[in-house]
């Protein structure tokens, strides 16, 4: 049997582990870690002999189905682009599993937490696999689940439960408006054809929404006196849902919260599952957003506004973790554009944005892990307390310092020396330059060059505050355990060498996605979308643009050096609530009380007490009137009955004396 035949263990053994682990890891050494271990490896190894293969052979896709309903089918769709995402979720998330092991060793509850890992990573994984949107969306439930379990592990500490409630109820407006895509798709497709589906089709199977796209892009209804594009509104609406689960402004809220769950969960989602999983969902039906050019526009300009909104909350938290949190919804900002500016360089969109997912999964675990083993050292994440900790955690600082240069996108342009996110990131601000020149407007380019000079700061001011300088408190450290290093120098040297390695392949690999039997692009009208492609214009651009996102990572490595390395800065007027700027961003827009006061406690919990209180009024009077209608008509009976014998005869008389009557009377009409 070819290994693609095996395709479907990928997220079973991690179910299955799931089972296991919580059922028998409490008899077994750190909670049964070992059964996750082994199956996310197996998960692992399948991945990559089955993404190896598809590099020798792009169009050796596995696709397998079965009947689930008359027009309904469950089933796997392994192409290049599930390839890449099978093959990094199972590698970070063994990376977690391992580095769990010491980590979380002094935790009672380490059975159901790698239980409920190795249940987030199957959801994750089934994710990825299905081939029709309808499953897709189950396992992105289960994803859901997931984090709220994870977040809220320590659910003894209340904003712990807080949080993980929070991060439920924020992600489910936009699990609303994907499911109500779905629907409105399905309605469609229906239509389409008549209401009689062939035996054989089954509807919401991706290569057979991908065939009916030009019907779908040929239907709209009028609302309001605008006539409203069916596809322009599917693609919205699963967009909506993208913005709930990666965090894109304004549904970003939940995820700094979601600090309050061990540092791994916070690694596992911020790499390799929850948030990538709105990505992935507009990479996967990413034909329909681009015959949709206004909902790809959406995605441009609101990933690149996200990308510098988040970077300037990131300037001014003092919690190592919120900072990171800070960058994921920055750099998921970055992963949207370099989707939505698919409108410039066509279906190569997908290659730079799934490109720069995979840096970003390992350098981002990287720092979350290696933020992980400083608190474990020390004890904790406020960096002001910190100061000097390279000295007695030297690996932790080593592989760290790796990541930050990785997300600053430190690199050498026209060459292959540089870390992982210089190859990924500058590609996205290359096509952004690209939109610009296509006519598209320079306020893309110009968002993504400022969200990479503050990235470089924040991630920089981290490095400096809390690695370098003398201590600021005693709070003592040591340098990690074996099990928690080596999952960091592994991280540290693929954040080191995998860019540069993969990047003349991997575009073409993924985007070949789209060009298979199964996924393909040759959709009428949509030729003209695509006019440029980064490879055959890369060296082209003025030597300005092909240097200036290099130039300002090393300007706000720079800026960092100056103000938290030598102090040549005075921060205490700057740092202030005095200081109006930094009161907004420390405040973090009062983003949390407009929403969560306003719209969570004003219009959801009073409106719901509105309605609770109408509809309770409501049945009151319903049951006080059949109430009150039943009494009054009891008392009306009871005069009837008298006792007296002639009454009751009297009665008898002149009822059987009416229906004689009655009868005589209809009789003769008849």
């Not at 050019?293 to 990308?307: E, H, I, K, N, R």
Request: aromatic fraction near 12%.
């Amino acid at each position: 049997m070819a290994v693609g035949d095996y395709a479907f263990l990928i997220p079973l053994l991690p179910a299955l582990a799931f089972v296991l682990t919580f059922f028998l890891g409490k008899k077994l050494p750190n909670g049964g870690a070992i059964i996750p271990i082994v199956a996310i490896a197996t998960s692992f190894v399948i991945s990559l002999l089955i993404t190896l293969g598809l590099l020798q052979n792009p169009e050796q896709v596995i696709n397998q189905s079965v009947t689930w309903f008359a027009m309904l089918n469950l089933g796997i769709l392994v192409d290049p682009l599930a390839a890449v995402m099978l093959t990094m979720v199972t590698f970070v998330s063994l990376l977690i599993h391992i580095y769990s092991t010491g980590y979380m060793s002094h935790d009672r509850a380490q059975y159901r937490y790698f239980a409920e890992t190795s249940l987030f990573t199957a959801s994750m994984l089934s994710l990825i696999i299905s081939d029709n949107i309808l499953q897709l969306f189950i396992s992105w439930e289960l994803v859901g689940l997931c984090s709220y379990l994870l977040i809220g592990f320590w659910y003894q500490k209340p904003a712990a439960a807080s949080a993980a409630k929070k991060a439920f109820l924020t992600t489910r407006i936009g699990d609303v408006m994907f499911l109500a895509g779905i629907v409105v798709l399905f309605s469609d497709l229906f239509r389409l054809y008549n209401g009689s589906i062939p035996e054989g089709v089954f509807i919401l199977k991706f290569d057979e929404i991908f065939s009916q796209i030009p019907q779908l892009a040929a239907m709209s209804t009028p609302v309001l006196g605008f006539q409203v594009n069916h596809l322009t509104l599917i693609t919205l609406l699963f967009f909506g849902g993208a913005i709930g689960k990666s965090g894109q402004f304004p549904l970003h809220v939940w995820l700094p919260d979601a600090m309050e769950g061990p540092t791994t969960v916070s690694a596992l989602i911020h790499a390799a599952t929850m948030v990538t999983a709105g990505v992935y969902l507009v990479a996967r039906t990413f034909p329909m957003f681009m015959a949709a050019p206004d909902s790809l526009m959406v995605v441009a300009y609101l990933g690149a506004f996200t990308a510098i909104f988040a970077a300037t909350m990131g300037l001014v938290m003092n919690d190592m973790k919120r900072v990171l949190a800070y960058s994921t919804i920055s750099q998921l900002g970055y992963m949207m554009l370099g989707l939505g500016v698919g409108a410039a360089i066509g279906a190569e969109a997908v290659g730079i944005s799934m490109f720069h997912l995979i840096n970003h999964a390992f350098f981002k675990a990287l720092l979350f892990l290696c933020a992980g083993s400083v608190i474990h050292a020390v004890g904790t994440h406020d960096m002001r307390q910190l100061g000097g900790v390279a000295k007695v955690m030297p690996i932790t600082a080593a592989t760290m310092i790796i990541g930050a240069l990785a997300l600053a996108g430190i690199g050498i342009p026209d060459t292959s020396i540089g870390f992982s996110g210089f190859f990924s990131k500058d590609a996205i601000i290359e096509a952004a330059y690209l939109f610009g020149e296509n006519g598209g407007g320079w306020a893309l380019y110009a968002l993504s060059i400022a969200a990479a000079l503050l990235t470089s700061i924040y991630i920089f001011r981290l490095i400096f505050m809390t690695f370098f300088g003398k201590p600021r408190t005693a709070y003592g450290g040591h340098e990690a355990h074996v099990s928690m290093t080596i999952p960091l120098s592994i991280l540290a040297i693929l954040a080191l060498v995998f860019g540069a390695l993969t990047m003349e392949r991997f575009n073409t690999f993924v985007s070949e996605t789209f060009v298979n039997n199964f996924v393909h692009m040759d959709i009428p009208g949509l030729a003209e979308l695509g006019g440029y492609h980064l490879a055959s214009h890369a060296g082209h651009e003025p030597l300005i643009i092909l240097w200036l996102p290099v130039i300002v990572g090393v300007a706000g490595l720079l800026i960092a050096y100056l103000i938290y390395g030598l102090k040549v800065v005075n921060m205490d007027k700057l740092v202030s609530r005095n200081n109006p700027i930094y009161k907004l961003l420390y405040n973090r827009y009062y983003q949390n009380a407009i929403l969560t006061n306003f719209l969570s406690v004003k219009v959801v919990y009073e409106g719901l007490a509105f309605a609770g209180r109408a509809v309770d009024t409501g049945f009151d009077w319903v049951v006080n009137w059949i109430g009150d209608v039943t009494m009054d008509t009891g008392d009306a009976l009871r005069q009837l009955q008298t006792g007296v014998v002639q009454n009751y005869a009297m009665v008898v008389i002149t009822g059987v004396s009416l229906l004689v009557i009655l009868i005589t009377v209809v009789m003769e009409v008849l």
